[in-house]
């Protein structure tokens, strides 16, 4: 079945860096664009990036634009969100999540989530 | 601010039918754009609860239904049960943007 697992989420002081990993399985990583979403405490849902599946077409929220990159290595079905500059509002649970791009794009499944906590 | 619109909370009783609605615009749910559902349990990831505006993913019951009309959606739960007590969220793509977009969330109670 398919699988994604996020790791390399913790405790971070503003400004500092984190690179969070995705680990995919159960499907045909390369032929899919992945993305990341986050989830900050007690709130919504907000989409920051995905990427194709040969990693050559990349998009970003205007949010992180600038400060999180995202990458993929297809050799090892893993998904990466390398996040530099970080701030207490980037305070949040990370989904990764394979992106279904007919029509519409949309996100199915998700992963289990890795926390992110940006405080001195 | 989600660009997309939806009430906070709802509830029901078991048993009853309730209703979400996701308000958009012109960038997004007014155009081509489809609308995506997403149940979220507690302390769970999200899980894609209705794709393409009207459709079910297998294994999704068909008291999940959703309905997209000019600038809005709309997700019916029919037959309430207890274990519908979740966040429910809508997804759609803002051409403004250029992004991928989800209302605020709304928390179902189930009484």
């Known amino acids: 079945q398919v699988q994604l697992v996020e790791s390399g989420g913790g405790l971070v002081k503003p400004g500092g860096s984190l690179r969070l990993s995705c680990a995919a399985s159960?499907?045909?990583?390369?032929?899919?664009?992945m993305g990341w979403i986050r989830q900050a405490p007690g709130k919504g849902l907000e989409w920051l990036s995905y990427?194709?599946?040969?990693?050559?077409?990349?998009h970003y929220a205007d949010s992180v634009m600038g400060r999180f990159t995202i990458s993929r290595d297809n050799a090892k079905n893993s998904l990466y969100l390398q996040m530099n500059s970080l701030r207490a509002e980037d305070t949040a649970v990370y989904y990764c999540a394979r992106v279904v791009t007919v029509t519409t794009y949309r996100f199915d499944p998700w992963g289990q989530g890795t926390l992110v906590t940006v405080s001195s | 601010q989600s660009v997309l619109t939806q009430p906070p909370s709802v509830s029901g009783a078991p048993g009853q039918r309730v209703t979400i609605s996701c308000l958009g615009s012109?960038?997004?749910?007014?155009?081509?754009?489809?609308v995506h559902w997403y149940q979220q349990l507690p302390g769970t990831a999200p899980k894609l609860l209705i794709y393409a505006n009207t459709n079910r993913p297998s294994g999704v019951p068909d008291r999940f239904s959703a309905s997209k009309s000019g600038t809005s959606a709309s997700l019916a739960i029919t037959g309430l049960q207890p274990e519908d007590e979740a966040d429910y969220y809508c997804?759609?793509?803002?051409?403004?943007?250029?992004?991928?977009?989800f209302g605020g969330g709304t928390k179902l109670t189930v009484l």
């Open positions: 990427i194709s599946g040969s990693g050559d077409i990349v």
């Open positions: 159960g499907f045909s990583f390369s032929d899919y664009y």
């Open positions: 012109s960038s997004n749910i007014g155009t081509v754009y489809d």
């Open positions: 997804q759609s793509y803002d051409s403004s943007l250029s992004a991928s977009v």
